[in-house]
């Protein structure tokens, strides 16, 4: 197969990396919940190589994943392997955990299930980092997002950007604070939460 490409990824990589650089600094474990092409995770792990990048996913996405990590050939990005958030969950001891650009892919009850498992996979100072574009007070932040979400709920009907209060409330239900919300190109966000409990 040939190895898959997100041109998406090329183009946010870079102000996700200059935020995660601050964040991510003193972190060690990362799991990635949906690695798509595992384009970010290599890139990620090259920049910081202090940190062990674990990629995951849905089975159909891993040999592309696969593709990435063997030709990159990092020594911190161990083999992927798969997580449906509506499945089983890997052992605890992440101390971050990143996502792009897939709560707005997700059903709100596989969001709800991703953040009730947070607490028994990262230890009690964890930081999460999740990518992708944000409602916020119940409005679109731009048209072009508007147009996106109408894009996506005519793909299917569970998809929607998701409002960020109602993110922010599964996150302090799980234990988690906001500590920061940052700008990103193409109307998306960069939001960072830290586990407080």
């Given amino acids: 197969m040939d190895k898959p490409s997100a041109p998406s990824c090329e183009r946010n990589r870079d102000p996700i990396l200059e935020v995660l650089r601050n964040h991510f600094a003193d972190r060690r474990q990362v799991l990635e919940i949906g690695s798509g092409t595992g384009q970010h995770a290599v890139h990620f792990a090259a920049a910081m190589p202090h940190l062990q ?63 009730q498992q947070l607490g028994r996979v990262t230890t009690t100072d964890a930081k999460l980092a999740i990518y992708g574009p944000f409602n916020y007070d119940g409005r679109y932040t731009s048209e072009s997002n508007a147009a996106f979400d109408d894009w996506l709920q005519a793909r299917g009907e569970h998809m929607r950007i998701r409002d960020a209060e109602a993110v922010d409330a599964l996150a302090e239900a799980a234990g988690f604070e906001l500590i920061d919300d940052v700008t990103m190109p193409a109307n998306n966000r960069l939001r960072i939460w830290q586990r407080t409990r």
């Fill in 53 to 115: 990048w674990q990629c995951t996913d849905r089975p159909e996405y891993l040999p592309g994943i696969r593709q990435w990590l063997d030709e990159s050939a990092l020594p911190n990005t161990p083999a992927p392997f798969v997580l449906d958030v509506s499945g089983p969950w890997p052992a605890g001891g992440h101390d971050a955990v990143f996502s792009a650009n897939t709560l707005h892919i997700m059903s709100w009850g596989e969001v709800e299930r991703l953040f």
